[in-house]
């Protein structure tokens, strides 16, 4: 068997094997809106029930998407995690939600997004620390924002309307709108302003970068 043939069939199969608005594992979720797809195959996928995905909303292949700790838990409500309307999520993005995680409409993930809005805590010594859990904190990400290739969202963590977050960095505290954010942890750069607010440049408003 060639490859052309094996590459057709694996075309094939992804393209059947997509979760897609109307189809019977679509009907697992709380919501699933219409022209939305989850590619194949996922990573992980458990807690549809809490989870709510838009309209036209393309999540990659290789994502993991959990709402709770896993998949045998009662579940308590039915928005755990929650994503907007025309959001593209990259391949192999985990998105992990115990209480409530809020993506926004138009938002871009790139490749290799983590997102949760719990961490491990450490301060038992006669406990692993992957046994000890923090209290959940609430995750927002803000509409039209970008969230670079690796970018990490940490519990309690808002990110603001139009951010681009950076390649890499690791968001830990709230982001204001209309900037940019890079590092570990991540800081804001530059402010994004509205058109004639400041001297002009070509995509159509001023920039102004923060003094470091």
Known sequence: MNADVLLSGYEWLAT?????????RASRFAAFGSGSVICFPPTA?????????????????????????DPKQVL??????????????GRH???????SI???NDVFFGPNVYVTD??????????????QAS????????????????????????IGRHVAVGAGSVVTSDLPDHTVA????????????????????PGGGSRRRRNQ
Do not use: K, Y
């Not at 809490?50 to 998407?65: C, N, Y």
């Not at 961490?119 to 992957?130: E, K, Q, S, V, W």
């Open 45 to 69: 996928l458990f807690g549809e029930s809490a989870i709510r995905v838009g309209t036209d909303t393309v999540i990659g292949p290789h994502a993991s998407l959990s709402a709770g700790m």
């Open 182 to 201: 890079v590092g570990v942890p991540a800081r804001v750069i530059r402010e994004i302003d509205h058109p004639g607010d400041g001297d002009d440049h």
């Open 76 to 89: 308590t409500g039915d928005r755990i995690v929650v994503i907007g309307d025309r959001c593209v999520i």
């Open 135 to 158: 209290p959940e904190h609430p995750v927002r990400i803000g509409a039209g924002s970008w969230l670079g290739t690796n970018a990490v969202v940490l519990p309690g963590v808002t």
């Open 118 to 131: 719990q961490n491990h805590a450490f301060d038992r010594l006669d406990t692993p620390i992957g046994r």
């Open 16 to 24: 059947r094997a997509a979760i897609r608005s109307g189809s019977r």
């Open 102 to 104: 809020v993506v926004e």
């Open 93 to 99: 993005t985990s998105i992990v939600g115990h209480q």
